[in-house]
Each structure stands twice: as C-alpha cells, then as structure tokens.
Nanobody, 124 residues
C-alpha cells in the first residue's frame, strides 16, 4: 500500500508557472506507475499526465501537451508536474495517483491509490 500527498498548488495568473509535487510513503515507490489527474468544479476528474515506474515512458492529455512536464525521482519517492503557460481552464484540484501496473495510463479506474489533491487557480 502507498499513501500520497500532493503540494505546490496555489493562485497564479495566466501565463505563470507552477510545480506540483506528490510524495509517496513506503519503500516501493519505483514499483508504481504514477499519474496526475485534475477535477474542475462541476466536471469529471480527467487525465493530465502519467509516467512509468522508471520514468522511461510519459503520457499527456492533448490539452496540456507542450506546456506540462511530468517527472519522478524514485530516490526521493516523489513525482512532479511542472506546469508552464498556465491558462484559466487549467483551474482545478490536481490529484496524484498510483498503481502497480496501469495498463491504460490515462484511465482513472486503473489507479488504486489517490492523494487528497492540491488546488490550482489560474486567474485571467
């Protein structure tokens, strides 16, 4: 089992950058596929980005491709999401997720473990 804690959210202006972090408990972080999802008010939780266990493969939603970068540091049990050129439509609660094997990295139901979320608000 793994516990996830996100941080790094905040209120920024359009065009600004933020870096989110997700710290995992336990010693087996490198055995989990990881992902970021987000949920805006009144909307379904949607896929943002995913990264494989050793970081060799990454996946992005079309809406963030070229602006967001997902990385991980297995030595620090931490995953990151660097968000550049933020837009008001990026406003949402951002959640990190983990699973031993995410066959479809963008599918929400692939992930068994979730953090509590961190809020990102982008003003125009």
């Amino acid at each position: 089992q793994v516990q996830l804690v996100e941080s790094g959210g905040g209120l920024v202006q359009a065009g600004d950058s933020l870096r989110l972090s997700c710290v995992a408990s336990g010693r087996a972080f490198s055995t989990y596929d990881m992902a970021w999802f987000r949920q805006a008010p009144g909307k379904e939780r949607e896929f943002v980005a995913a990264i494989s266990r050793m970081g060799r493969s990454t996946y992005y939603a079309d809406s963030v491709k070229g602006r967001f970068t997902i990385t991980r540091d297995n030595g620090r049990n931490t995953m990151y999401l660097k968000m550049n050129s933020l837009k008001p439509e990026d406003t949402a609660d951002y959640y990190c997720a983990a699973d031993r094997l995410a066959t479809i990295p963008s599918a929400r139901n692939e992930y068994d473990y979730w953090g509590q979320g961190t809020q990102v608000t982008v003003s125009s």
